[in-house]
């Protein structure tokens, strides 16, 4: 690294996670995409009336013809889209990275994080400019069966997290420890991994919080609460906040619910910032749909995460726990580039005292998805990106990770030898802090 950057991640090396992904996993979601919008078309047009017939072949046409370009290794053109918001962002990295190298722009071999990224705002394109499904969330029936999929692990951390909040027989740390890393395997339910199909959590997450840390490579919960979330009681009350970069719907977001709820409730925190996507991203990510849909469920149960949702509502009505979004979230760029992009985003998020990032995108764009040595300094990776403290919770699935100890990366290297579907599989994680 004689720049002082590793080289980002691309698709076009075969074997690699990034490659599969490209050759396997992006036409499959494509497809399953197509196959949805067909089987949907009736429904559209007795929903909308005949017009919907010309949106449901329109975006099958813009789709087949994503794939094919994606299959080929075609070049990235300019969007054509309407989308004003974020339009000229996209087109101008395009339009700068065909001036640098276009030989290299194409969907193998141009990083992989600006690709596929650049992907599923192809994908919003192609439904935002019909005229009937430009809001139809295309991923929201798999975000919903995902939450139906885990509600009894879902029904289990409701009931700890209530109990939890009256207990007086042990330290409320370790109560939030438990839910910190019940948050952290939440993780493992990614519907974009497993190219759209179902993705369930087989154990439960307080049992995985429990039982599973030795399979935590890089573990700061404990830290983090230590040296940060228990001394905020002797800073001035105003000044007791924690944000939530939200990743998946389903069984990881009630996760991040309980976990937003419990910090609030405790005292320490008077204020919990949500922060979640735009429109429809990488399939699971949480939209304002996907949340107030999520609550609506818990209303609708009839034990404890009714009783839950009561108790949420009230944080919300009072402000103290709050949902926003904002465009950059859905920007190509790492995270080291908010700075510039997003300056609006990057000063409201140093008013925090902890930024808590989930999952696996969130993590790529930290560390600018860049094939950084494993045991490199994850601060370092973040090139300058440090707006206030920062927490990640990441079950690994992508090949970039930065940070580990010596110890963590030899064992590793024993267990698996050259072979690194560790960092992939989802198996394993990391929950690494940065301190101002």
């Known amino acids: 690294m004689a720049s002082g950057f590793a080289p980002k991640i691309t698709s076009f090396q075969e074997g690699t996670w990034a490659y599969i992904t490209a050759r396997d996993r992006w036409p499959k979601i494509v497809g399953k995409l197509v196959d949805h919008i067909h089987c949907s078309r009736r429904r559209f047009m007795e929903e909308y009336g005949s017009e919907a017939d010309a949106d449901v072949k329109n975006v099958i046409h813009a789709l087949s013809e994503t794939r094919y370009r994606m299959m080929t290794d075609k070049p990235l053109e300019d969007l054509k889209d309407e989308y004003y918001v974020d339009i000229g962002v996209y087109n101008k990295l395009v339009q700068d990275k065909r001036k640098e190298n276009e030989p290299l722009l194409t969907w193998y071999k141009s990083e992989w994080l600006f690709v596929e990224c650049y992907l599923y705002r192809l994908i919003y394109g192609a439904f935002h400019q019909q005229k009937h499904l430009s809001k139809y ?49 939440g993780n493992q339910s990614d519907l974009s991994v497993s190219g759209g199909d179902a993705s369930t959590v087989k154990h439960s997450l307080l049992e995985a919080a429990r039982a599973r840390d030795s399979y935590i490579l890089q573990n700061d919960v404990e830290k983090a609460i230590k040296e940060i979330i228990l001394p905020l009681k002797e800073r001035p009350a ?38 979640g996507k735009k429109f429809p991203w990488f399939v699971s990510d949480v939209t304002s749909v996907d949340f107030e849909w999520t609550l609506q469920q818990m209303e609708n149960d009839e034990g404890d995460l009714k009783t839950f949702h009561e108790r949420f509502q009230e944080k919300l009505k009072s402000g103290k726990i709050a949902y926003t979004s904002h465009d950059f979230w859905t920007y190509p760029h790492a995270f080291c580039d908010m700075k510039e992009a997003a300056p609006d985003l990057y000063e409201e998020l140093a008013k925090s005292n902890l930024l808590i990032f989930k999952g696996d995108l969130n993590y790529r764009k930290l560390v600018g998805d860049r094939y950084w040595p494993w045991n490199y300094s994850f601060e370092k990776s973040l090139c300058s990106f440090l707006p206030t403290s920062l927490l990640t919770l990441r079950t690994l699935k992508a090949e970039t990770v930065s940070g580990l100890s010596a110890e963590a990366v030899e064992r590793m290297k024993r267990e698996f030898g050259e072979d690194t579907k560790w960092l992939t599989s989802g198996d394993f994680a990391v929950a690494q802090l940065v301190k101002i």
């Open 238 to 275: 105003s000044h007791h906040r924690i944000d939530i970069i939200l990743d998946n719907a389903g069984v990881e977001l009630s996760m991040d619910l309980f976990l937003a709820d419990f910090l609030v409730h405790s005292g320490l925190v008077n204020n919990v910032i949500l922060h």
């Open 137 to 185: 969330d295309y991923f929201g029936e798999q975000k919903r069966d995902s939450f139906k999929e885990h509600l009894r692990h879902i029904e289990e951390s409701a009931k700890f997290t209530l109990e939890a909040s009256t207990s007086n027989d042990v330290p409320f740390s370790f109560y939030l420890f438990l839910i910190f890393q019940s948050s952290l395997w």
